[in-house]
């Protein structure tokens, strides 16, 4: 038998144990259920939720952030136990109509690692609390996500 016979016969061998390997040893098999499960997950009706009017809040990463805001002017704190400085605070409003909505951010300054910083916040005196769909924090030009309501105790 010449070298590239012996050669292919190996490889189409070696194809064919590999191709009838389930990996765990088992000729077992088994089959998946024919459907789902007919009863439903339970659930637990907790009723409403009630929220802090006024109380935003955002925590990831070594990053928090608390927004105090009922419309007009607010306050905003940010705690960086990061091992970075983190660029300085910005805050947008989207609207239920999807709008943009800036604030206005005094003296909004890079927060050092392991620093906390409290800023005046102002968003225009258009912005109701009621109008903004959502509050996103923004950390230079880094866009950290939404803030989130403050469920009341």
């Keep these: 038998m010449s070298a590239r016979r012996l050669f292919l016969a190996a490889l189409l061998t070696a194809s ?3 191709a ?3 990996g765990d040893g088992s000729s077992e098999t088994t089959t998946p259920p024919a459907s789902p499960s007919d009863s439903a997950l339970p659930t637990t009706d907790i009723g409403p939720v009630p929220f802090k009017d006024g109380e935003f809040a955002y925590s990831s990463e070594g990053i928090e ?8 002017d607010g306050t905003l704190s940010v705690t ?6 983190v660029g300085a605070p910005g805050l947008y409003a989207v609207t239920q109509s999807d709008a943009q909505v800036d604030a206005t951010i005094n003296d909004a300054a890079a927060i050092g690692p392991g620093d906390e910083a409290t800023f ?24 950290y996500g939404a803030l989130a309501p403050v469920k009341a105790e």
């Design 120 to 143: 005046d916040v102002s968003f225009p005196a258009s912005l109701k609390p009621d109008d903004a769909g959502f509050i996103v924090l923004l950390l230079g030009h880094a866009n």
């Design 20 to 22: 009838a390997c389930t």
């Design 80 to 85: 960086n136990d990061t091992a970075a400085e």
């Design 16 to 18: 064919i144990g590999l």
């Design 65 to 72: 952030a608390h927004l105090t805001w009922e419309g007009g």
